[in-house]
């Protein structure tokens, strides 16, 4: 089972650890970890694997993803949050160092958590239709981002509050790392509420973050537009066009997210490096 998909960003490493840990995963166990590489040329993947196997990692496939090719390596280890930011950070040295174009992080797989969850997935399904999305919202204000996102994924398929399901599934999905699943349900929540203004809010910052800075400044704006009081709506619109380069829009902005809220320390610190 793999517990999140790329995870390779220290806050994500950080919250898939306590949400493991929250769930009774030993990090003292070694278990199997999945190392991703990708790059346009497959003969440079070729090298770069032998240069992983000398370091005890083993091969266990090249696949094409659209344009590009990605070597996936594993090895059985031990790591906690730290340790795995760790050999993240090594890996990405190396793949650099090797002109390998991403690392593109890991994935945890375990058969002993797939039994583990598979019980849960049974509870899940004995839970009555009335309780079932009470109990996801439970899990969720726990952080128990794991459990909540199986019980939101029953609520989806018995059609339960959908709007609500898919965002807040798709929020779990941001915090385990699973970015695509989290955009897909966000869009969905917005497909069945277009004037959600956090899942506007949400997948904005996801694309920011995946520096799809074209797509997050819709985003944004579709976000303020929700709710023209948003400090923070405008704020990240402001920081999203200074990364397209768009200087006087990202000031105009800015000025718009303190006049709002003069107390918005991150708008005061874009505004500075903006003058």
Do not use: W
Not at 94 to 120: Q, W
Not at 167 to 189: F, H, M
Not at 214 to 238: C, H, M, V, W
């Amino acid at each position: 089972m793999s517990f999140s998909q790329r995870c390779n960003h220290a806050n994500e490493i950080q919250t898939l650890y306590s949400q493991l840990v929250a769930t009774g995963f030993d990090t003292k166990k070694p278990i199997s970890y999945h190392y991703f590489f990708i790059d346009n040329d497959p003969q440079a993947l070729v090298l770069f694997k032998e240069l992983l196997l000398k370091q005890n990692y083993r091969f266990v496939n090249t696949s094409k993803k659209g344009d590009k090719y990605q070597l996936e390596v594993e090895k059985t280890e031990a790591l906690n949050a730290e340790s795995a930011m760790q050999v993240g950070k090594t890996l990405n040295q190396l793949a650099k160092a090797n002109n390998i174009d991403i690392f593109d992080g890991f994935e945890l797989k375990s058969e002993e958590k797939e039994e583990s969850f598979a019980d849960f997935k049974e509870e899940v399904e004995q839970i009555p239709v009335l309780e079932l999305f009470k109990k996801g919202i439970e899990l969720y204000d726990k952080k128990n981002d794991l459990k909540a996102l199986i019980v939101f994924d029953r609520c989806i398929k018995l059609g339960i509050n959908s709007e609500m399901s898919y965002y807040k599934r798709g929020n779990c999905k941001t915090s385990l790392g699973q970015i695509t699943g989290a955009i897909d349900d966000l869009e969905n929540t917005l497909r069945l509420n277009p004037k959600h203004y956090e899942a506007s809010f949400n997948l904005g910052g996801l694309y920011f973050d995946g520096a799809n800075y074209e797509k997050a400044a819709t985003y944004y704006q579709k976000a303020i537009l929700l709710n023209p009081r948003s400090d923070n709506g405008f704020y990240r619109l402001a920081a999203t066009y200074q990364k397209m380069g768009m200087k006087n829009a990202a000031l105009q902005n800015c000025q718009k997210s303190l006049q709002i809220n003069p107390n918005n320390s991150y708008a005061k610190e874009l505004i500075g490096s903006l003058k």
